[in-house]
């Protein structure tokens, strides 16, 4: 059964930086893409970017250049999403993804979530 | 980027109803979308893929149709764990982008 576990909630201050871990299970994970998308409150869903689990490529959206990182440890099956220079704006759940690769667009669709990660950017 | 509008942003509705959701796409995406279905407090369920087809263990009360831009998710029969807001998201091209949502309430 596949599991994506994330880290728990971050109180961070505007300037700083966040890191979040999503460890997962069940699946093999070189084989997929993962992907980051949050959710500031009482809003839609973002997507942030994707990570090939087997040769590190990344793939991010130009909302988050410069400020997104994803990386992971192979040996582990985790995945992580560091997020620089917080603003107040960056307040939101983010959420871990397993993408299905779709052959047509060369792109993913989601299958698995993991439970969220609340990150609030506070003075 | 691709905008997507979903309509209605919320709808009531009783027990045992059939309700249908509608996204549209500011441009065409083929079948290249996806419904998802969020209850509060809770991570995105991801429902359908290629407009169409179910995810694993998704019951077959919920259905989609379309393609190009104009998209429908159907639920038929209506029951308490139904209640929650349901996003499409296309994944067409990059960046991916998710409709406003649709709260489902109880009538």
């Known amino acids: 059964q596949v599991h994506l576990v994330q880290s728990g909630a971050e109180v961070q201050k505007p300037g700083a930086s966040v890191r979040v871990s999503c460890k997962t299970s069940g699946f093999i994970f070189t084989d997929h893409a993962m992907h980051w998308v949050r959710q500031a409150p009482g809003q839609s869903l973002e997507w942030m970017g994707w990570?090939?689990?087997?040769?590190?490529?990344?793939k991010y959206s130009q909302a988050f250049q410069g400020r997104l990182t994803i990386t992971r440890d192979t040996s582990a099956s985790t995945l992580y999403m560091d997020l620089s220079s917080l603003t107040s704006e960056d307040t939101a759940v983010y959420y871990c993804?397993?993408?299905?690769?779709?052959?047509?667009?060369?792109?993913?669709?989601?299958?698995?979530w993991g439970q969220g990660t609340l990150v609030t950017v506070s003075s | 980027d691709i905008q997507m509008t979903q309509s209605p942003s919320s709808l009531s509705a009783s027990i045992g109803d059939r309700i249908t959701i509608t996204c549209r796409a500011s441009?065409?995406?083929?079948?290249?979308l996806a419904w998802f279905q969020q209850k509060p407090g809770t991570a995105p369920k991801s429902l359908i893929y290629?407009?169409?087809s179910l995810q694993d263990g998704v019951p077959s009360k919920f259905s989609g149709s379309g393609s190009g831009t104009d998209f429908t998710l159907t639920i038929s029969s209506l029951q308490p764990e139904d209640f929650a807001t349901y996003y499409c998201?296309?994944?067409?091209?990059?960046?991916?982008?998710f409709g406003g949502g649709t709260k489902v309430a109880i009538k």
């Open positions: 990570i090939n689990a087997g040769d590190g490529r990344t």
């Open positions: 993804a397993r993408g299905i690769w779709v052959r047509g667009p060369g792109t993913y669709y989601f299958a698995s």
């Open positions: 290629a407009a169409s």
């Open positions: 441009q065409g995406i083929r079948n290249y």
């Open positions: 998201q296309q994944y067409s091209s990059y960046p991916f982008t």
